[in-house]
């Protein structure tokens, strides 16, 4: 048995039905959590992909604990990603003798916890934030200009002046 500062247990469930994009948006909720708080989290996640994570969480902690002599509440997930699969094609009949490609992807999850005490924290913890960019406040519309800063009406007057002459208006010839 090694020691607990290099250990690190590993579960993969490969060619799982569920697209990887879709995957990963589950995974992510449990990456950089304790045990505990992950099968909390995936619990009460709506996804069908969480049932999935679920199980390999289950597997990665059982494997701890048979394989390795850890408790599975002191574990921490270390690293979760899903990597792409082989993608099933298949047709479906369309109109006017046609076809269409459904492809039916597949993905590979992988879990690796670490014990809590030699685990180190990939998110930002809550007690020390990472330095914040300072908020602007709300865009205020300018003030407006005073008389000094205005050109005087008079010089705006002529250029106004020439762009309303309009050509005289022509009689129509159904007057006669």
């Given at each position: 048995m090694s020691t607990p500062e290099t250990q690190e247990v590993r579960a993969s469930a490969n060619w799982v039905r569920i697209t990887p994009r879709k995957a990963r948006l589950v995974v992510e909720h449990i990456r950089g959590r304790t045990?505990?708080?992950?099968?909390t989290v995936l619990a009460f996640t709506q996804r069908a992909?969480?049932?999935e994570v679920e199980k390999l969480l289950r597997s990665a902690v059982s494997n701890a604990e048979a394989n390795h002599g850890l408790i599975g509440d002191d574990l921490f997930v270390k690293a979760a990603y899903v990597d792409e699969g082989p993608v099933l094609k298949r047709w479906?009949?369309?109109a006017r003798?046609?076809?269409a490609r459904i492809r039916k992807r597949t993905c590979h999850i992988t879990l690796k916890l670490v014990p809590v005490s030699t685990a180190t924290v990939t998110r930002p913890s809550p007690e020390a934030p990472a330095e914040e960019k300072p908020r602007r406040g709300p865009r205020r519309k300018a003030?407006?200009?005073t008389k000094a800063e205005t050109k005087p009406k008079a010089e705006?007057?002529?250029?106004a002046a020439a762009a309303k002459k309009k050509a005289p208006a022509k009689k129509k010839a159904s007057d006669s």
């Open positions: 045990v505990p708080e992950a099968r992909a969480a049932r479906r009949a369309r003798g046609r076809s003030a407006p200009k705006a007057k002529p250029k």
